[in-house]
């Protein structure tokens, strides 16, 4: 049986979470004199600011919980998604000792984090249809091996990951299994957030910036056992989200409802340019994608990329990347943005 405490570094375990004033006390009062705030209030006009926000983010736990299918005890909010990537790492991994396990090309951040906590990061190669190989996996985890990241839809190729390759991993990795699911609401599969009670091993990480389109409040959520959530919460900074964030965030919840028109418009323009850009010249392929971006192989990316930039459009030149030579990352934008793109790209000539 998986246990959470076997993984976790003797000195998290041992250690004294650091207490708030918004910690220690609870309820209702009339004065607070407690926590060193400006009583005279804030210079914000029409919200005041002045007083430190819940470390714990009650609210917006208790009104994301229903709509992902969980308890408020089981997500931990964090200052993007990158937040609890580093958290992560610095909850299981002992510095100068410890590995984590991602497969390439991929999101970027899981090696910056590792690197930043002087942890080893192994990044394995996904085959030509980035894909998860399980033969690939034979000799690479160590006892030292202490997370696998997998990103799904992945994040530059845009694919969901075969889901019979994920549930073997997590059936036979006795470490933390993270599945990055920033671009899920786009996908047609179900979140993994569905199978948290099977598997006590699993986080799984969202983001409020892409389908709910509010990247500049740099909101990530992370679900998982209310245990490995009561860890995160014990070495985050003490307000690691502030107020104004909070507020945003529940008025966005409060409008959920309007979430699946707007994915349902973005997929549509997708697939409308997963079919017009090869006719285009300058396209060689068009990867599947189950996000809003598309990995595009053309004839020259640098070219290509540099043309754009001079017609005004930027793209994400990802020619660098394992098994992406020559590739370009295409993020869906408004119908009007994408006719001006194709528009460019009929232009193009070497």
């Not at 009339?30 to 209030?41: C, K, Q, R, T």
């Not at 430190?52 to 993007?80: C, M, R, S, W």
């Not at 033969?135 to 694919?159: D, R, V």
């Not at 997929?267 to 997963?274: C, G, W």
């Amino acid at each position: 049986m998986f246990d959470i405490k076997t993984l976790v570094r003797a000195n998290i375990l041992a250690m004294k979470a650091y207490s708030s004033a918004r910690d220690e006390f609870k309820g209702e009062a009339s004065i607070f004199v407690d926590a060193n705030e400006n009583n005279l209030g804030s210079l914000a006009k029409d919200q005041s600011f002045n007083r430190y926000p819940d470390p714990y983010q009650h609210k917006v736990k208790t009104k994301l919980a229903p709509i992902k299918g969980v308890k408020p005890e089981q997500i931990f909010l964090g200052n993007g998604s990158d937040e609890a990537i580093d958290l992560l790492i610095r909850l299981v991994c002992k510095p100068g000792h410890d590995e984590v396990l991602a497969f390439g090309p991929t999101y970027g951040m899981y090696d910056v984090s590792a690197n930043l906590n002087d942890v080893h990061l192994r990044q394995l190669r996904l085959d030509q249809d980035f894909q998860l190989q399980i033969a690939s996996l034979q000799g690479q985890i160590h006892a030292n091996t202490k997370i696998i990241f997998i990103c799904s839809p992945n994040n530059p190729t845009g694919n969901l990951i075969n889901a019979k390759s994920i549930e073997y991993i997590l059936r036979n990795f006795d470490g933390l299994v993270v599945i990055d699911e920033a671009y899920i609401d786009f996908a047609s599969e179900p979140s993994w957030t569905s199978r948290l009670a099977e598997f006590p091993n699993l986080v799984v990480l969202q983001t409020f910036s892409k389908a709910w389109g509010m990247a500049a409040l740099r909101l990530g959520m992370a679900f998982a056992s209310p245990e490995i959530i009561s860890f995160l919460n014990k070495i985050k900074p003490p307000y690691n989200i502030n107020e104004a964030t909070q507020s945003l965030a529940l008025e966005a919840l409060d409008n959920a409802n309007r979430l699946p028109e707007m994915v349902k418009e973005i997929n549509q323009s997708r697939n409308k340019l997963m079919e017009d850009l090869p006719k285009l010249p300058v396209v060689k392929k068009v990867y599947p994608s189950d996000a809003n971006f598309i990995l595009v192989e053309v004839t020259d990316a640098d070219k290509v990329y540099h043309y754009l930039l001079e017609k005004g459009i930027v793209i994400r030149n990802r020619t660098t990347q394992p098994g992406c030579h020559n590739c370009v990352r295409i993020s869906v934008g408004t119908r009007a943005e994408n006719e001006a793109l194709l528009e460019a790209l009929n232009a193009f000539s070497e």
